[in-house]
């Protein structure tokens, strides 16, 4: 049964290349457009609605039917710091365009940027930060603070890279937290679905089709008394606990 699996996983996985590529290459003139237009935050807020079209074709075609659940958590006009699991390289264009409301950035590694084609559209869409470099992780940070400032939400994974382990989360990293602290804005925890399911981190070039999903916990707002570890643990403990209640996606 396994290799059998396996052998449908490579084929899905074809299937799932030509389904993105093609969306891809429909979508490339609107983010071409795009990428010439200079102010913020209506470039971003524009990538964004062009990306949800995208993944509303992409993800039904690749077989991975897709539920957001928690939208009425976002209160309008208000931006917020989401606090996201990170199980699959799927995460970021799953997060990105179903986050609600305003415009959003991601936090993404600054080595995808550098593909081909793809990379135009990832850099429109993220901050990118080079983890090896201590400037750039700086630099990064400052540029998360100009994102919050425009009215953007800005997403975080905090765990920092991929949950490989069996674990629900891996411990976060306090970088978002003490953005949150330093600029007063709340934290929104979003979790996601069955990703790990659709691309296994310790399978190469495999893909299953299954339902994926992201729900958005209730906001956490950031008080006097707050420090940045009261707030990563807050976010944690109710990530962890939403998790391990396994709701229906």
């Known amino acids: 049964m396994n290799i059998v699996k396996n052998i449908l996983g490579r084929v899905f996985a074809i299937w799932a290349m ?12 609107p983010f071409l ?4 237009f200079k102010k913020d935050p209506i470039k971003t807020t524009r990538f964004i609605r062009i990306s949800r079209i995208w993944m509303r074709v992409f993800l039904p075609l690749a077989g991975c039917p897709m539920k957001v659940k928690g939208e009425e958590n976002f209160e309008k006009d208000q931006n ?10 799927l995460d970021v264009p799953l997060s990105s365009p179903f986050i609600p409301g305003n415009g959003n950035k991601t936090i993404a590694k600054s080595e995808l940027a550098k593909v081909p084609v793809f990379g135009l559209i990832y850099k429109t869409g993220s901050v990118l930060v080079n983890r090896k470099s ?6 990064s940070y400052q540029k998360m603070k100009d994102v919050l400032q425009l009215g953007l939400h800005m997403c975080i994974y905090p765990e920092g890279t991929r949950n490989k382990s069996e674990k629900a989360l891996n411990e976060f990293h306090l970088g978002a937290f003490r953005l949150a602290k330093e600029t007063g804005k709340p934290l929104i925890p979003g979790i996601i679905f069955n990703t790990r399911k659709v691309m296994p981190a310790n399978k190469i070039f495999f893909f299953w089709p299954t339902k994926i999903g992201i729900h958005f916990l209730s906001p956490i707002p950031v008080t006097e008394s707050d420090t940045p570890e009261s707030l990563k643990e807050k976010a944690y403990q109710a990530m962890k606990t939403y998790i391990e209640s396994k709701p229906a996606i």
Do not use: P
Request: with cysteine; charged share 10%.
């Open 33 to 36: 457009l795009l990428s010439y």
């Open 80 to 89: 917020y710091i989401v606090v996201c699991n990170h199980n699959s390289f």
């Open 18 to 29: 030509i389904m993105f590529v093609g969306t891809m290459i429909l979508m490339y003139i």
């Open 134 to 139: 201590d400037q750039s992780r700086k630099e």
